[in-house]
Protein backbone atom coordinates (compact mmCIF):
# COMPACT_ATOMS: atom_id res chain seq x y z
CA UNK A 1 0.00 0.00 0.00
CA UNK A 2 1.04 3.66 -0.24
CA UNK A 3 3.04 5.40 2.92
CA UNK A 4 2.51 8.57 4.69
CA UNK A 5 5.08 9.06 6.76
CA UNK A 6 6.53 12.38 8.73
CA UNK A 7 10.08 13.05 9.31
CA UNK A 8 10.00 14.23 12.57
CA UNK A 9 8.33 11.92 15.68
CA UNK A 10 8.68 14.89 18.21
CA UNK A 11 8.84 18.41 18.46
CA UNK A 12 9.02 21.00 21.35
CA UNK A 13 8.98 24.85 20.44
CA UNK A 14 8.99 27.68 22.51
CA UNK A 15 5.85 29.28 23.19
CA UNK A 16 5.41 32.11 20.56
CA UNK A 17 7.89 30.44 18.20
CA UNK A 18 5.99 29.08 15.22
CA UNK A 19 6.20 25.47 14.36
CA UNK A 20 6.42 23.73 11.16
CA UNK A 21 5.41 19.47 10.80
CA UNK A 22 6.65 17.83 8.19
CA UNK A 23 5.55 14.87 5.81
CA UNK A 24 5.98 12.70 2.88
CA UNK A 25 3.93 10.82 0.92
CA UNK A 26 4.33 8.23 -1.66
CA UNK A 27 1.21 8.23 -4.07
CA UNK A 28 1.96 11.42 -6.35
CA UNK A 29 -1.40 10.72 -7.99
CA UNK A 30 -3.05 11.74 -4.26
CA UNK A 31 -5.02 14.66 -4.95
CA UNK A 32 -6.13 15.78 -1.34
CA UNK A 33 -4.32 16.14 1.42
CA UNK A 34 -5.20 16.78 5.24
CA UNK A 35 -3.70 17.50 9.03
CA UNK A 36 -5.49 16.66 11.84
CA UNK A 37 -4.47 17.26 15.46
CA UNK A 38 -5.56 14.94 17.81
CA UNK A 39 -5.25 15.33 21.79
CA UNK A 40 -4.44 12.83 24.35
CA UNK A 41 -7.66 10.46 24.64
CA UNK A 42 -9.53 12.63 21.78
CA UNK A 43 -10.17 11.77 18.22
CA UNK A 44 -8.31 13.42 14.95
CA UNK A 45 -10.03 16.74 14.64
CA UNK A 46 -9.65 18.71 11.12
CA UNK A 47 -7.59 21.55 10.94
CA UNK A 48 -6.62 22.01 7.23
CA UNK A 49 -6.64 20.78 3.88
CA UNK A 50 -5.23 21.00 0.56
CA UNK A 51 -5.93 19.96 -3.02
CA UNK A 52 -3.11 19.25 -5.08
CA UNK A 53 -4.06 21.77 -7.76
CA UNK A 54 -2.79 24.08 -4.64
CA UNK A 55 0.79 24.61 -3.15
CA UNK A 56 -0.35 26.57 -0.42
CA UNK A 57 -3.58 27.39 1.72
CA UNK A 58 -3.82 29.56 4.88
CA UNK A 59 -6.27 29.04 7.68
CA UNK A 60 -6.15 30.79 11.05
CA UNK A 61 -3.01 30.49 12.48
CA UNK A 62 -1.85 27.81 10.08
CA UNK A 63 -0.71 27.13 6.53
CA UNK A 64 -0.64 24.29 4.65
CA UNK A 65 2.36 24.02 1.89
CA UNK A 66 2.36 21.10 -1.09
CA UNK A 67 5.44 20.68 -3.26
CA UNK A 68 4.56 18.00 -5.53
CA UNK A 69 7.62 17.76 -7.04
CA UNK A 70 9.46 15.82 -3.80
CA UNK A 71 5.67 14.47 -2.53
CA UNK A 72 6.49 16.89 1.02
CA UNK A 73 3.82 18.30 2.94
CA UNK A 74 4.01 20.45 5.78
CA UNK A 75 2.34 22.45 8.62
CA UNK A 76 3.32 26.08 9.76
CA UNK A 77 1.38 26.82 12.76
CA UNK A 78 2.11 30.56 13.58
CA UNK A 79 2.64 32.07 17.60
CA UNK A 80 2.41 28.03 18.95
CA UNK A 81 0.14 28.45 22.23
CA UNK A 82 0.33 25.80 24.81
CA UNK A 83 -3.15 24.34 23.47
CA UNK A 84 -1.64 22.99 20.34
CA UNK A 85 0.05 20.87 22.04
CA UNK A 86 -0.85 17.26 20.36
CA UNK A 87 -0.53 15.22 17.80
CA UNK A 88 -0.58 16.05 14.18
CA UNK A 89 -1.18 13.90 11.47
CA UNK A 90 -1.34 13.79 7.82
CA UNK A 91 -3.38 12.04 5.90
CA UNK A 92 -3.35 11.83 1.76
CA UNK A 93 -6.47 10.62 0.37
CA UNK A 94 -8.20 9.64 -3.28
CA UNK A 95 -11.80 9.21 -3.01
CA UNK A 96 -12.24 6.67 -0.17
CA UNK A 97 -8.72 5.73 0.37
CA UNK A 98 -7.08 7.55 3.22
CA UNK A 99 -3.55 6.67 4.12
CA UNK A 100 -2.57 8.84 7.33
CA UNK A 101 0.94 9.56 8.92
CA UNK A 102 2.05 8.29 12.36
CA UNK A 103 2.10 11.56 13.61
CA UNK A 104 4.32 13.55 14.94
CA UNK A 105 3.66 14.96 18.55
CA UNK A 106 4.58 18.38 19.52
CA UNK A 107 5.23 19.78 22.56
CA UNK A 108 5.11 23.45 23.40
CA UNK A 109 7.26 24.99 26.14
CA UNK A 110 5.86 28.03 28.24
CA UNK B 1 -17.16 22.53 11.08
CA UNK B 2 -19.24 18.75 10.92
CA UNK B 3 -20.02 16.81 13.93
CA UNK B 4 -19.50 13.49 14.87
CA UNK B 5 -20.40 11.93 18.07
CA UNK B 6 -19.71 8.11 19.09
CA UNK B 7 -21.48 6.34 22.37
CA UNK B 8 -20.07 5.39 24.67
CA UNK B 9 -16.78 7.55 25.78
CA UNK B 10 -15.97 4.98 27.99
CA UNK B 11 -16.80 1.11 28.22
CA UNK B 12 -15.16 -1.71 30.59
CA UNK B 13 -16.70 -4.96 30.26
CA UNK B 14 -15.85 -8.62 31.18
CA UNK B 15 -14.45 -11.07 28.11
CA UNK B 16 -17.04 -12.84 26.20
CA UNK B 17 -19.21 -10.09 26.45
CA UNK B 18 -20.48 -8.10 23.49
CA UNK B 19 -20.46 -4.06 23.30
CA UNK B 20 -21.80 -1.73 20.89
CA UNK B 21 -20.28 1.66 19.89
CA UNK B 22 -22.67 3.82 18.44
CA UNK B 23 -21.67 7.13 15.68
CA UNK B 24 -23.54 9.41 14.50
CA UNK B 25 -22.96 12.23 12.47
CA UNK B 26 -25.09 15.37 13.79
CA UNK B 27 -25.35 17.97 11.50
CA UNK B 28 -25.30 16.60 7.94
CA UNK B 29 -25.89 13.28 6.42
CA UNK B 30 -23.05 10.71 5.92
CA UNK B 31 -23.53 7.97 3.40
CA UNK B 32 -19.79 6.83 3.72
CA UNK B 33 -18.25 6.40 7.48
CA UNK B 34 -14.87 4.76 8.95
CA UNK B 35 -14.18 2.71 11.73
CA UNK B 36 -11.11 2.76 13.46
CA UNK B 37 -9.04 1.27 16.31
CA UNK B 38 -6.04 2.82 17.56
CA UNK B 39 -3.57 1.84 19.89
CA UNK B 40 -1.22 3.97 22.14
CA UNK B 41 1.29 6.39 20.27
CA UNK B 42 0.51 4.59 17.38
CA UNK B 43 -1.57 6.39 14.02
CA UNK B 44 -4.93 5.18 12.92
CA UNK B 45 -5.74 1.63 11.81
CA UNK B 46 -8.57 1.79 9.26
CA UNK B 47 -11.06 -1.29 10.26
CA UNK B 48 -13.84 -0.83 8.02
CA UNK B 49 -15.26 1.53 5.81
CA UNK B 50 -19.28 1.39 6.40
CA UNK B 51 -22.06 2.68 3.18
CA UNK B 52 -25.25 3.44 4.37
CA UNK B 53 -27.87 0.28 3.05
CA UNK B 54 -24.86 -1.68 2.21
CA UNK B 55 -22.17 -4.86 4.02
CA UNK B 56 -19.33 -2.83 5.26
CA UNK B 57 -15.88 -3.85 3.19
CA UNK B 58 -13.27 -4.72 5.70
CA UNK B 59 -10.03 -4.35 5.62
CA UNK B 60 -7.62 -7.50 5.41
CA UNK B 61 -6.79 -9.46 8.99
CA UNK B 62 -10.21 -7.68 10.60
CA UNK B 63 -12.54 -10.59 11.59
CA UNK B 64 -16.03 -8.98 10.05
CA UNK B 65 -17.81 -12.12 12.25
CA UNK B 66 -16.36 -10.39 15.63
CA UNK B 67 -16.61 -6.84 14.54
CA UNK B 68 -20.30 -6.29 13.34
CA UNK B 69 -20.98 -3.09 11.52
CA UNK B 70 -23.94 -1.47 10.59
CA UNK B 71 -24.95 1.05 8.86
CA UNK B 72 -29.10 1.49 8.96
CA UNK B 73 -29.39 5.40 8.32
CA UNK B 74 -27.66 8.13 7.30
CA UNK B 75 -26.90 9.30 10.71
CA UNK B 76 -26.23 6.72 12.54
CA UNK B 77 -23.18 3.46 12.18
CA UNK B 78 -22.75 0.87 14.50
CA UNK B 79 -20.15 -1.64 15.73
CA UNK B 80 -20.25 -4.16 17.95
CA UNK B 81 -17.38 -5.97 19.52
CA UNK B 82 -18.92 -9.76 19.69
CA UNK B 83 -17.42 -11.82 22.49
CA UNK B 84 -14.92 -9.37 23.65
CA UNK B 85 -11.58 -10.42 24.92
CA UNK B 86 -8.46 -8.51 26.47
CA UNK B 87 -6.87 -7.76 23.45
CA UNK B 88 -9.47 -6.52 22.01
CA UNK B 89 -8.88 -3.45 24.59
CA UNK B 90 -8.22 -0.48 22.84
CA UNK B 91 -9.47 2.93 21.40
CA UNK B 92 -12.54 2.99 18.76
CA UNK B 93 -12.94 6.05 16.55
CA UNK B 94 -15.23 6.14 13.98
CA UNK B 95 -15.63 9.22 11.23
CA UNK B 96 -17.92 10.45 8.61
CA UNK B 97 -17.01 11.29 5.23
CA UNK B 98 -18.38 14.42 4.04
CA UNK B 99 -17.51 15.81 0.73
CA UNK B 100 -13.52 14.77 0.47
CA UNK B 101 -12.80 15.09 3.95
CA UNK B 102 -13.46 12.65 7.20
CA UNK B 103 -14.98 14.04 9.99
CA UNK B 104 -13.77 12.14 13.26
CA UNK B 105 -15.73 11.43 16.90
CA UNK B 106 -14.35 11.77 20.17
CA UNK B 107 -13.74 8.03 20.15
CA UNK B 108 -14.66 5.20 22.81
CA UNK B 109 -12.09 3.66 24.95
CA UNK B 110 -13.15 -0.05 25.37
CA UNK B 111 -11.13 -2.36 28.23
CA UNK B 112 -12.53 -5.56 28.59
CA UNK B 113 -11.24 -7.54 31.86
Known amino acids: GESVGLHLPTLSVQEGDNSIINCAYS??????FIWYKQESGKGPQFIIDIRSNMDKRQGQRVTVLLNKTVKHLSLQIAATQPGDSAVYFC?????????FGTGTSLTVIP | GAVVSQHPSRVICKSGTSVKIECRSL??????MFWYRQFPKQSLMLMATSNEGSKATYEQGVEKDKFLINHASLTLSTLTVTSAHPEDSSFYIC?????????FGPGTRLTVL
Open chain 1, 27 to 32: NSASDY
Open chain 2, 27 to 32: DFQATT
Open chain 2, 95 to 103: SAKIADTQY
Open chain 1, 91 to 99: AEATGNQFY
